[in-house]
């Protein structure tokens, strides 16, 4: 049995903006972003949380929110309709292990149409093991 290096849980906090980032349906590495990092490997995401700091506008566009392994690993596409200002949701309700180079990133994924305006912020609990 490995021991687990429990520091405590630890929050990466991801930021998606339009006026930075841009609204081509396309996916976007945030945890490429100047002060962002991507996850350790063995990391054990316990949730991840987001926040609209500003509506996300477009024309039947979606976002969704994962890794290089799969876009939707922490959200599904969601309809920017429902991606109102101040619109908070708890993503992750199953645990999920950082096991691979492909699940260290961080990315959201547009879908559909393009985006024309909007701001997201993403935090990630985990824990180290």
Do not use: C, W
Request: charged share 20%; proline share 2%; hydrophobic share 45%.
């Amino acid at each position: 049995m490995s021991d687990f290096k429990n520091d405590g849980l630890q929050v990466q906090e991801y930021e998606y903006d339009f006026d930075v980032d841009g609204g081509a349906v396309a996916a976007i590495d945030l945890s490429a972003k100047p002060g962002s990092r991507v996850l350790p490997l063995g990391a054990f995401v316990k949730a991840v949380h987001y926040s609209v700091e500003n509506a996300i506008v477009g024309t039947s566009s979606t976002l969704a929110a994962g890794n290089t392994t799969s876009a939707t690993t922490y959200e599904a596409a969601t309809a920017e309709a429902t991606l109102i200002a101040d619109y908070a949701i708890d993503t992750a309700t199953t645990p999920f292990m950082v096991n691979s180079a492909g699940d260290q990133d961080f990315l959201v994924t547009i879908g559909t149409a393009v985006l024309t305006a909007g701001k997201v912020k993403f935090y990630v609990e985990y824990y180290v093991r």
